[in-house]
């Protein structure tokens, strides 16, 4: 089976970290603005964001490409070592306002007492980051990391529009591979075998995640 | 958030400035799908994307409504949309009420049963679905598709509604049972009218869900006066590959309703969403 997501999923963890940086600093002016901007792209299916990526890595960035007078390479999905990185790029512009969102909201929930206290007991703001903000975020951190694992397992539409799992094989994710062996290839038998392995699997990852990840999370 | 002092630091106008770059990075894509639809042809290949085009070229947006069959595909999408939501609605509530009312071994493991559902994207069982779908008979007909939405989106919808019905308090069902209210009135008069912060966010996600999907349509659905939006989409994609000024207008007709909804009703989406995912 074609595990390629994993790569993928993993770094998509790292990204949405984002979220703290952007959402921890409420001072700066127009952050309705930004919160609307970046939560925008995931009002669109994926279908439609997997052809504007399309469309952006193989027209539109080549030619400011042109315009600008540099020489990057921007043909990520045409080729096997890069078709990820272009399809991570697409996925993380789609969701990332959603994982976003949701740890504004854990934030919003974290009581003022605590950072207080910790003012008072002298904590600097990168110790306060640390021992009070990371610490609350816990079931945040469990959401996220699960909500994206399972969201980067069941990858499909983004692919249906932009890379139909090529270059050869290299971006093809399992639901696209069933897909094809079940819908395409007539395959039926098969294709649900592949399917209740896949269930097993993604109940598997999810459960150890939780199990590890509720262990961290602290209680008031 | 602890921070009485209102200073305006330079680290604040860093931070300013990185945010307005990272704003500005998401929305160049939007930016030039808005552009290119407005964009004749030659232009597309002779101008710069972030130029402006030469003039208003409406010719984009006649072409892709008759090729998306929009007067069909928009109302098929809405019809299927605002069916399974209305059910989904009633159905959720019903068994979410149930299962925080009635406290013995079943109603508990078909809580469980529930919650499995959101750990196991539908996607993951398409298949077993799809055949079980194609043995009832049930491909091809609007029917179909809408039971479909409805059994996938069932488990958030019970999720959800399960979540929110410890702000109903129990007095007022029991006061209502003492009148002599059925129980159906009391759920209908009584607890539904309590719910209508969770109904209104349950709508909004389910709604966009639908109004998005496209592998359950894709494989419920394949005769032409039957087809969602999305689905007529992705065939239109299909077909444009050199010019792709039509594909683009057709992305702003289909995007357009959703951002509009949206803007309105961003409070409660907001909040469906980070409770929907906070409270479990």
Known sequence: MQCFDNCRFKLNVSLSRWGLFYAYDSKIRGKKIYRTIIFMPCLISSVIVGFIWLRMFSNVLPSLNKMLGTNIDFLLFGRKETVLTGLLIANNWQWIGYWMLIYLAALQSIPNELYEAASIDGASPFKKFLNVTIPMLGPAFTICIVGITTGSLKVYELLVSSTRGGPGRASTSIIYHIYNTAISGRQYGYGCALSVIFVLVLLLVAMIQVKFLTKKEVQL | ?280
């Open chain 2, 1 to 280: 958030m602890g921070r009485d002092s209102k200073k305006y630091t330079f680290v604040i106008l860093v931070t300013e400035i990185l945010m307005a770059l990272i704003a500005v990075l998401f929305f160049i894509p939007i930016i030039v799908i808005v552009n290119y639809s407005f964009k004749t042809r030659k232009e597309l290949y002779l101008s710069n994307p972030l130029a402006l085009p030469e003039s208003f070229y409406l010719q984009n947006y006649v072409n892709a409504f008759k090729k998306l069959n929009l007067s069909i595909t928009f109302i098929n999408t809405l019809l299927y949309t605002i069916l399974s939501v209305v059910v989904l609605v009633i159905l959720c509530g019903a068994s979410a009420w149930a299962i925080a009312r009635c406290k013995n071994k079943f109603f508990k493991f078909s809580y469980v049963y529930f919650l499995i559902g959101i750990l196991i994207p539908y996607q993951a069982l398409f298949l077993p679905i799809y055949i079980i779908g194609f043995k009832l008979g049930l491909t091809n007909s609007r029917i179909g598709i809408i039971l479909m939405y409805i059994a996938t989106g069932m488990s958030f919808g019970v999720f959800l509604m399960r979540s929110f019905m410890s702000t109903v308090p129990l007095e007022l069902e029991e006061s209502a049972r003492i009148d002599g209210c059925s129980i159906y009135r009391t759920y209908f008069t009584i607890v539904m009218p309590l719910l209508k912060p969770a109904i209104a966010t349950l709508i909004i996600m389910q709604s966009f869900q639908i109004w998005n999907d496209y592998l359950m349509a894709n494989l419920f659905v394949s005769k032409n006066n039957l087809k969602t939006l999305t689905v007529a989409m992705q065939a239109l994609f299909s077909q444009q590959t050199s010019d792709y000024t039509t594909a683009c207008a057709a992305i702003v007709i289909s995007v357009l309703p959703v951002v509009i909804l949206f803007t309105y009703l961003q409070k409660y989406f907001v909040k469906g969403m980070t409770i929907g995912a906070l409270k479990g």
